[in-house]
């Protein structure tokens, strides 16, 4: 992606926190020459090089983009936001958007059974959390697990590069970033307070050498 040095996160805790937090992410391939783009949760496994973990349907054709390992990307959405003229000190300005995304190629494999499986698992314990009552897998019939389990794939991307953009007003002055960082603060939409409290944490990162919380 186009990625000013300005707007370039290059610290690991950072992104990981983006891809922890904004699992559900876009998966993109080549299929039968022309883009084809699945929306997946995903699980990032930080050991080694990074490996993201997945499931499609098998009725999905792109799985079958997986089986020549050739590279894949995938785009994680983090918070995002308009960002009014009106905001700056000075009126001869025009409208931009405020935005964190991280693109993650890597190279896919398809899961073995016994990956699969354990993959489900992990993914029900995230995504269910601490919330009462918590459904589990392991409370369902064996057979009933294993007929749901035909009807998808499983995969892993063996991560070779990571781009994360934090477009977050860098490029203004003190005061006008902290101008967008108010109203954006103030807004009633959550994206909107997400992108200021982003800004705020880059900004005081970069102020003080390091992340503060």
Same mark, same amino acid.
């Given at each position: 992606?186009?990625?000013?040095? $300005? ?5 690991? =805790?950072? %992104? ?34 990074? %490996? ?19 590279? &894949? ?6 918070? #995002? ?18 935005? &964190? ?14 990956? $699969?499986?354990?993959? $489900? ?18 409370? $369902? ?9 035909? =009807? ?23 005061? #006008?970033?902290?101008? &967008? ?13 997400? %992108?200021?409290?982003?800004? #705020?944490? &880059? ?11």
């Amino acid at each position: 992606m186009y990625l000013p040095k $300005l707007f370039q996160e290059d610290d690991p =805790a950072i %992104v990981h926190e983006i891809l922890r937090t904004c699992s559900f992410a876009t998966v993109v391939t080549v299929h039968e020459g022309a883009p084809f783009a699945s929306h997946l949760p995903l699980l990032h496994e930080e050991a080694g090089g990074g %490996v993201l973990w997945g499931h499609m349907a098998r009725a999905n054709p792109q799985w079958r983009d997986f089986e020549d390992g050739r590279e &894949v990307l995938v785009v994680f959405h983090g918070p #995002d936001a308009y960002v009014s003229p009106t905001w700056y000190k000075d009126s001869l300005h025009v409208p931009t958007w405020n935005y &964190v995304a991280v693109h993650v190629t890597g190279r896919p494999r398809i899961a073995t059974d016994e990956e $699969l499986r354990g993959l $489900l698992e992990r993914m029900s314990d995230v995504y269910e959390g601490a919330r009462e009552p918590r459904w589990r897998m392991s409370g $369902l019939p064996a057979d009933f697990v294993e007929e749901l389990s035909r =009807a998808i794939v499983g995969f892993a991307i063996e991560i070779t590069r990571i781009e994360a953009k934090f477009k977050l007003s860098q490029n203004r002055e003190p005061e #006008d970033h902290e101008r &967008v960082r108010s109203h954006l603060g103030a807004s009633e939409d959550a994206s909107a307070r997400a %992108v200021a409290a982003w800004m #705020d944490r &880059v900004y005081s990162k970069r102020a003080t050498g390091g992340m503060d919380g």
